[in-house]
């Protein structure tokens, strides 16, 4: 079922919370003005949803930080190009928040490709946040290297199913001005740099320059002097401004300055002495382990990959025969690192259990008995998950693995019933198989009753969208291997002591 992707995996489902975010990132260097002008398109196309309560808008500051906008860096999106909008929808919603954000999703992507802008849509996780559902690091010490692996990966994304919203954090560079006192020119026409500094703060934002009180007034009000947004459209605007030098005679500022065309920097960020860049990106009605195995798939038909690991792997440029390594973060890690961690815990909880019954039964041969009982619940669990998958789309959760150490604890009460009435028949002198079958017919109630009062009482938490596989985990589990421990213990015990009598 597994191999065959019966039963597919995820961390945990999506959680049905009533808000989620929208982001919209321009090119750096966008305006303010026409950022917002945007910002508020994409408002308006979500404002006729029915199921939406409130939106509010916040461009060029930061919104709000709620606990997955902090993992997020919503606090760091203060920039003029950068806006985001909180979506918040009614309790009574007939749609659950995935499927909110996945029709929001295609409702504004049409205005993202046409103002060639992105936007996300960023869902609460059910988990831990993390910065981006799916996180690809690319990293090398070559930068044209790194470009060229960044724009291969971005074709390979963009033919994967199930991952939209992709973005990257290589940062647009676009074209910056710079106003420099000529100082030589300043000298020369007696103008100090305070004079030339004064007067091109003023042209370009607004200032105080004294007080004004109203009469019945409230608070006391101030004037402010600014140049009307028509008079700096362009730099040379700014430099027609003209200042008066210490012989009275007016000077414009482009007698006493100078332009220097420049481009923007980026920001670099580093991990162990090599440049990191990353492509984000979130998931849409698939797990996002699944669309990793397909890129690393795709990875090995377009690049020459090494060093492969289940967190990383290293590729070659063919360009510039660099080795890039690629590292996997987002959900994908997280899921790596749960299920590991959840993996150890079951092998302790076998062992501490083997422990136990090693004491209660002063025999390692009996408790390796009652242990073989617990992969019969694994029978009933991928079928019973394998169904719900094809049902409704249920995966195979980390909180299914946790009801699978709970049923180690839950199967093995089973064997023990079993074991402490065929005792009792074997002190009084009844022959093995006769014992065997006495104690099957005497036990068959009571294991049948613990067994549905412990299923009943988990079905209590199925509906729940984050803690339901701990749920069906018990259910499916329980309800098989109670009834093959009937018929599987007595075989394999009988196997083990016939000799012995």
Request: glycine fraction near 6%; charge should be negative.
């Amino acid at each position: 079922l597994i191999p065959f992707q019966g039963v597919h995996f995820q961390m945990l489902p999506k959680a049905d919370n009533k808000t989620l975010w929208v982001t919209l990132d321009a090119q750096e260097g966008t305006s303010y003005i026409e950022t917002q002008r945007i910002a508020e398109k994409v408002e308006n196309t979500m404002s006729k949803f029915p199921n939406i309560e409130s939106l509010s808008l916040f461009t060029g500051k930061a919104p709000v930080v709620d606990f997955n906008g902090l993992f997020r860096g919503f606090s760091g999106r203060t920039g003029e190009h950068q806006s985001s909008i909180l979506v918040t929808f009614f309790d009574e919603k007939n749609k659950t928040s995935e499927e909110m954000a996945m029709k929001i999703r295609h409702s504004i992507s049409e205005i993202g490709v046409k103002e060639n802008v992105i936007l996300r849509v960023v869902e609460d996780p059910p988990g831990p946040p993390v910065e981006s559902t799916f996180i690809l690091k690319i990293l090398s010490y070559n930068d044209e290297a790194r470009e060229n692996i960044q724009k291969s990966l971005l074709k390979i994304l963009d033919k994967t199913e199930g991952i939209v919203d992709i973005d990257s954090s290589r940062e647009h560079l676009y074209p910056r001005e710079k106003i420099k006192i000529d100082y030589k020119k300043a000298k020369e026409n007696n103008v100090s740099s305070y004079q030339i500094f004064q007067a091109l703060q003023l042209s370009v934002s607004p200032s105080v320059i004294g007080n004004i009180f109203i009469e019945n007034a409230q608070e006391q009000s101030v004037i402010e002097f600014s140049l009307s947004k028509e008079s700096r459209k362009k730099i040379e605007d700014i430099l027609s401004v003209s200042i008066k030098n210490s012989e009275g005679k007016m000077i414009p500022l482009s007698s006493v300055t100078k332009i220097i065309s420049s481009s923007s920097s980026s920001s670099v960020e580093r991990d162990e002495h090599r440049t990191d860049e990353k492509i984000f990106a979130e998931m849409e009605g698939r797990s996002v382990v699944y669309a990793v195995i397909d890129i690393i798939f795709s990875l090995y038909e377009t690049f020459e990959v090494s060093n492969f690991s289940l967190y990383s792997l290293d590729v070659k440029d063919e360009q510039t025969g660099e080795i890039v390594t690629l590292e996997w973060g987002g959900e994908f890690e997280m899921t790596l690192d749960n299920f590991r961690d959840l993996l150890i815990a079951m092998g302790v909880a076998f062992a501490l259990v083997y422990a136990i019954l090693v004491g209660q039964f002063r025999s390692f041969i009996i408790p390796l008995l009652v242990m073989a009982t617990i992969p019969l619940a694994m029978v009933g669990i991928l079928p019973g998950f394998a169904l719900l998958d094809m049902l409704n789309g249920t995966f195979l959760t980390a909180t299914a693995l946790i009801g699978f150490i709970a049923l180690m604890g839950i199967v093995v009460n089973n064997a023990i019933i079993y074991l402490e009435y065929l005792d009792i028949l074997r002190a009084s002198g009844v022959e093995l198989k006769e014992a065997l079958i006495q104690t099957g017919e005497t036990r068959l109630r009571p294991i049948l009753l613990t067994s549905i009062t412990t299923i009943l009482g988990s079905l209590t938490i199925a509906s729940d969208p984050v803690w339901s596989g701990l749920a069906w985990s018990i259910v499916f589990g329980l309800s098989l291997s109670s009834i093959l421990t009937l018929g599987v213990f007595p075989i394999l015990y009988w196997r083990s002591e016939r000799k012995k009598v």
